[in-house]
């Protein structure tokens, strides 16, 4: 029979009782499982000892854990010898606070580092939590030593922000680039080689803007132009109504043509044009309105535009931007003969594929470079939406009678590329050609 030394007994006790705590190195563990050491080692961290509890093969690769004698239930963790962690972690009972760095966490956690180390941006420090794999893709998150709770944030090596972010409390103000913003400003840019960048979209897309709010400020790269929406229409920084832009367009025959549908809600005055969705009020009009195919801008707005009435399009204020116009039949049958004649035009002037069309969209080419999509309309008799996916139609100047007008269209099933009558209750997508 082996001899256990004393000295091992007397050092490591073990109990097991069942239902029982179970203690390594303490005969009245106070937990399920309690590892203690004499009480002259303060287990620093770095160093191993008997009250080190070890998870892994080798000092490199293991995680130790001991206690050190700070209150409440503070504790140290120290991934082998290159240890992650070299200061405290702080353990709070259920309901507490978790402390890295600190045995005494101020909030849900808290992560500090010295005292001394106002964590300056670009410098690696205990101040700081970083989120990522590496210096050049990871996120990290420091204190700085002016208040009241400024902040930086750097994006790897090459940070996006290598100037302090003043956080402020709620109710202050946020400042990039300076530690000190103007009292006088809820956000404070400051720079010397770089500018403030709004948001860039379409005319199309900004007009699909869902209940724009007062004063809201973009950039449109159709109008090559700063603007912002004044609550009722969107006005450049001259504050002059914003409905002069250069509309994308193609060449067909010597004529301009847009390509693609008109997207304006308000009239080339700066009137705005209301938009009416309810069904039997659109049906009932006899004045300007416009709306989105099945009242769904989200959906439809980018690659539709806007459904017009023929209020809408007749109106005196002019609908079409400045140097533009709404053609005539007759500027439609100069377009459809240059491109074959009436029963392949159809087929040119069509967006090729089903995305836009149902099938089989017949001669589908798009060789004229129009850009026809098939919109459908709005029914004139009861402000129903039919013919999406079927036929792509167009106004025209022309009028019939009273209440009929002449429009263009052409159908998925066919390369035709006809004109026929439409109430004036109907609604319509809208085509311009230069003046």
């Not at 416009?290 to 009435?309: E, H, M, P, R, V």
Request: hydrophobic letters at 35%; one cysteine or more.
């Amino acid at each position: 029979m082996k001899v256990i030394p004393s000295f091992f007994i007397a050092f490591l006790i073990v109990t097991l009782n069942h239902a029982q705590n179970v203690g390594i190195g303490t005969s009245a563990p106070a937990a399920k499982l309690e590892v203690n050491y004499p009480a002259n080692n303060p287990s620093i961290p770095g160093t191993t000892s008997s009250g080190v509890m070890r998870i892994g093969i080798s000092a490199i690769n293991a995680m130790d854990f001991g206690k050190m004698y700070s209150s409440p239930y503070s504790g140290w963790m120290q991934a082998g010898t290159a240890g992650n962690v070299v200061h405290p972690i702080s353990l709070q009972p259920i309901g507490g606070n978790v402390g890295i760095g600190t045995t005494s966490p101020v909030s849900i956690l808290h992560v500090y580092g010295a005292v001394g180390n106002p964590s300056i941006p670009g410098e690696a420090s205990t101040a700081i939590f970083r989120i990522g794999t590496g210096d050049d893709h990871g996120i990290d998150i420091g204190k700085m030593g002016i208040p009241p709770f400024s902040a930086w944030v750097q994006s790897g090596v090459a940070g996006n922000i290598t100037e302090p972010l003043s956080l402020q409390p709620e109710g202050g103000n946020v400042s990039i680039g300076t530690t000190i913003p103007q009292t006088s400003a809820a956000m404070d840019v400051s720079a010397t080689t770089q500018g403030f960048l709004p948001p860039r979209m379409t005319f199309a897309q900004r007009n699909g803007i869902a209940d724009p709010a007062t004063g809201l400020v973009i950039f449109c790269t159709d109008c090559e132009e700063l603007q912002f929406f004044n609550g009722t229409i969107w006005k450049n920084t001259k504050g002059e109504a914003s409905v002069n832009f250069h509309p994308a367009f193609v060449t067909i025959c010597d004529q301009d043509w847009t390509s693609r549908n008109l997207a304006v809600s308000t009239y080339r005055n700066g009137d705005p044009i209301p938009k009416v969705t309810d069904p039997a009020a659109w049906a009932a009009l006899t004045t300007g309105a416009y709306c989105y195919i099945n009242n769904d801008s989200a959906t439809y707005a980018a690659a539709y535009g806007k459904l017009y009435n023929w209020h809408a399009v007749n109106d005196p204020r002019g609908l079409a931007p400045e140097g533009w116009h709404i053609p005539s039949q007759d500027e439609y049958y100069v377009m459809r003969e240059c491109l074959g004649g009436f029963t392949v035009a159809g087929g040119k002037i069509k967006e090729p594929g089903t995305e836009h069309w149902f099938s089989p969209n017949t001669g589908a080419s798009n060789s004229s470079g129009f850009t026809a999509r098939a919109a459908g309309s709005r029914r004139w008799l009861d402000g129903s939406f039919i013919g999406f996916g079927e036929f792509g139609g167009w106004w025209t100047t022309t009028i019939l009678t009273s209440d009929a007008i002449q429009v263009a269209h052409t159908n998925h099933d066919s390369a035709w590329f006809r004109t026929q009558w439409f109430y004036t209750t109907g609604g319509l997508p809208v085509r311009c050609i230069r003046d």
